[in-house]
């Protein structure tokens, strides 16, 4: 078996059946072996024995419904609609059991396209898309079945499927021209078969989602926007018809929207004009007359009256005949309003396909599907996803493959140019790879060359490795990338399964790679997230680590880019690579001091280099490292006792006690003497040599109101004096004794003396 995995993933099908075939001769009826066997006979061509093998795991696997669907896609293939019909009812049902809907749906959907007049899948999937809240595909199977119960002579099954129809949704006009149909005595369509995937409830390209939040009008966005134009139009003629005192004192709607600045800017005779223009308009387009119409909407532009809607409309209007460059113009007006940009994006990309036009029809057609896109996310995801087609627009914008941008175009319109865009693009999003911790566009698949097969492809991906077929997953995964080398998304999609695999090595090589291509894309935040997954893989990995902390950078996110420099740094530093962590330290904060980070990683980057330099000995170094944080922190008792334990180490003694002193005075200043008291004992303890020191916690203990302790510290100090030989000093630390007036002040008498007398 493992022999057979490994040459499927190096494509090897040929020994790939070779090495499955000796798997089942020791053990014939293992499901996965046949599987397997199945796969790869089928992408070496051999259909009819690929055919027979998933036979024979159906049988073996009555209640797993994935050998029936092979069974029904191999047996269409081959041309056997009858069994291909049979099995995809049997895998329906199975799928059904195990409450994957959207499998069932899409087996069904099979069926359909097979026979169309089949009433069994068409109730069935009636029955499904209405229990989801698919108002739309329910009303189209229902009207198929009543279609197939006319003609078989049952007239209230008939009217009993329409008015169904019409109970769900009273507003389609399907359902509604079919009840015409049967008040006349007539026939009613016959479901005909679907064809490429763009029929209203073909699914087997993409996976179910749940009811979009917003309702689907039954309308394309040209259609909405043609009745949103209507209806505006209509609302600001009736308000200017409106001949009551109020209307007259609040009359602003049509006058602020014709030339001038005011309400007087036009003559009475031009406002009767478009009074006039405006409702011929309305009568016309609610005819169908659409030559009538222009002209009327012509004239009311001429009279002084300018609106989006307005140029909507006739931008729409314009665009179904010959004049294209007059519709371009009213278009570029239209598309500034958020009611008709949408429309307007989608008639210029159709206007300029229809000229010739392909590369700026492309990119009509991607600003069209970036605000379509941002309609149907989450409204806190609006703007991310928006932001996301900078870069996808930016590079169209250098496309010069004129085949890559009619492929763009076809795809963009087939999905947006339907009523049930808003559903489409919800299911079209549930099918692409998951990314983590974010979104993406929509954009990303549709730029692919095969973006249908590659959908398909992927869920096929997630269907093997669900069930623990890593090694097809993969297989399927590699025959999609051939579609869509360019697919970002597919490529992770690999990374994730050589995870599963337990081939991480290979995974982090694939991530960086797939980082990089994100990279020089521009689309920073997708390359920072694959390299925070290279890390967590491989801690130690400072390449990846480094351009990590580019990104960051790159994105302003200075704190999690310091977070970064900081780990790296650590990692060199148990390297035993110091010079390296110094540098990264070094580098940290200068991205601190060169953005609004908080001040603390100042201090933070500043302790960690003093530290190392403290390791190597590099005493000068470290003492001024110290000297700025003790800028930024002059609070930090351990800061200033580095401070004078380093110009004490290198000789500087009076250096040293001007630091003691400007920290004695900046705690003397916040009134904290005990703990002057307590810097002065630690620095004596580590350094009792140092006189000095010594004398300034005498002074400090005295002050305190310890003279005891006082007296004891220069008594210590005298007797060193004493011991070197050093009679001056010794006397000098006597008589300060003396002036303290201890309560064995005679005894110090006698031996200051006793010392005067010895040096006579």
Request: proline share 4%.
């Amino acid at each position: 078996m493992n022999e057979g995995h490994s040459a499927a993933w190096d494509q090897e099908w040929d020994k790939a059946i070779a090495s499955y075939r000796k798997a089942l001769e020791e053990f014939p009826d293992q499901p996965k072996a046949l599987n397997s066997l199945g796969l790869a006979l089928y992408q070496v061509g051999q259909f009819e024995e690929a055919l027979q093998t998933y036979q024979y795991v159906a049988k073996l696997s009555p209640n797993d419904p994935v050998p029936f669907e092979k069974v029904a896609q191999l047996s269409e293939r081959l041309g056997d609609l009858k069994m291909a019909v049979e099995a995809a009812m049997r895998a329906a049902d199975l799928y059904l059991n195990q409450r994957d809907a959207d499998k069932a749906l899409e087996n069904w959907v099979r069926v359909t396209t097979l026979n169309p007049e089949h009433a069994a899948a068409h109730s069935r999937l009636a029955l499904v898309h209405e229990k989801l809240g698919h108002t739309q595909q329910a009303v189209v199977e229902y009207l198929a079945i009543a279609s197939i119960f006319q003609r078989a002579g049952s007239a209230d099954k008939t009217q009993e499927m329409v008015d169904k129809a019409l109970q769900l949704m009273p507003a389609s006009q399907e359902a509604r021209q079919a009840q015409t149909l049967l008040k006349t005595g007539q026939l009613l369509p016959k479901p005909v078969r679907t064809k490429g995937g763009t029929g209203p409830i073909r699914m087997a390209q993409v996976k179910e989602l749940k009811k979009p939040s917003q309702t689907d009008s039954g309308l394309d966005p040209v259609g909405e926007a043609r009745q949103k134009a209507l209806s505006q139009l209509a609302e600001i003629l009736f308000e200017y018809s409106d001949e009551s005192p109020a209307a007259s004192q609040e009359r602003r709607g049509l006058a602020a929207i014709m030339r001038g600045t005011g309400q007087l800017s036009m003559q009475s005779a031009e406002q009767t004009k478009v009074v006039l223009h405006l409702g011929g308009a309305i009568d016309a387009l609610t005819r169908n007359q659409d030559a009538q119409a222009a002209e009327e909407l012509d004239r009311a532009l001429e009279a002084g009256f300018s609106h989006p809607s307005l140029y909507l409309l006739l931008g729409l209007l314009r665009s179904k005949g010959d004049r294209l460059e007059s519709a371009q113009r009213h278009l570029q007006h239209a598309v500034k309003h958020n009611d008709y940009n949408l429309a307007a994006r989608i008639l210029q990309g159709q206007i300029l396909s229809r000229k010739g036009q392909l590369k700026e029809a492309s990119l009509e057609y991607l600003e069209a599907l970036r605000l379509a896109d941002s309609l149907v996310v989450p409204a806190d995801q609006a703007d991310e996803v928006r932001q996301l087609y900078e870069p996808l627009i930016e590079t169209q914008q250098n496309q010069t493959d004129e085949e890559a941008c009619r492929r763009l175009c076809e795809n963009v319109n087939g999905l947006l140019a339907r009523p049930d865009w808003r559903e489409q693009l919800h299911r079209s999003r549930e099918q692409m790879p998951k990314q983590e911790g974010g979104i993406m566009p929509i954009a990303e698949v549709l730029l692919q060359a095969q973006s249908s097969q590659v959908l398909e492809s992927i869920n096929r991906v997630h269907q093997l490795a669900r069930a623990g077929f890593l090694r097809p997953a993969m297989a399927e995964a590699f025959d999609a990338v051939q579609h869509a080398p360019t697919y970002l998304p597919l490529h992770t999609l690999i990374g994730d399964l050589l995870i599963q695999e337990g081939r991480p090595q290979e995974a982090i090589v694939k991530f960086g790679v797939v980082a990089h291509a994100y990279g020089v894309r521009g689309e920073v935040a997708q390359a920072t997230k694959l390299l925070r997954r290279v890390i967590q893989l491989a801690p130690m990995d400072l390449s990846a680590r480094t351009r990590l902390i580019d990104q960051l950078v790159a994105r302003g996110m200075v704190d999690d880019a310091i977070n970064e420099y900081l780990e790296l740094a650590d990692i060199y530093y148990r390297l035993a690579e110091l010079d390296m962590a110094r540098k990264t330290y070094t580098t940290a904060l200068r991205v601190v001091q060169q953005s609004n980070a908080d001040r603390a990683w100042n201090v933070h980057i500043l302790q960690r280099m003093a530290d190392i330099d403290m390791q190597r000995l590099n005493w000068k170094q470290a003492l001024r490292v110290f000297e700025q944080i003790r800028t930024l922190r002059p609070d930090d008792a351990s800061v200033r006792k580095n401070l004078v334990d380093l110009n004490l180490r290198m000789g500087q003694e009076q250096q040293a006690m001007t630091e003691l002193e400007g920290y004695i005075t900046y705690l003397e200043s916040k009134r904290q003497n005990a703990q002057i008291v307590q810097f002065l004992e630690e620095l004596v303890a580590e350094h009792e040599d140092q006189h000095l020191l010594r004398r300034a916690l005498a002074e400090q203990l005295h002050r305190a109101g310890r003279t005891p302790d006082a007296v004891a510290q220069l008594d210590l100090l005298g007797e060193t004096f004493l011991n070197t030989g050093k009679k001056r000093e010794a006397t000098e630390v006597i008589q300060k004794i003396i002036l303290m007036n201890p309560a064995n002040v005679e005894d110090y008498r006698a031996l200051l003396a006793q010392i005067q007398q010895s040096t006579l």
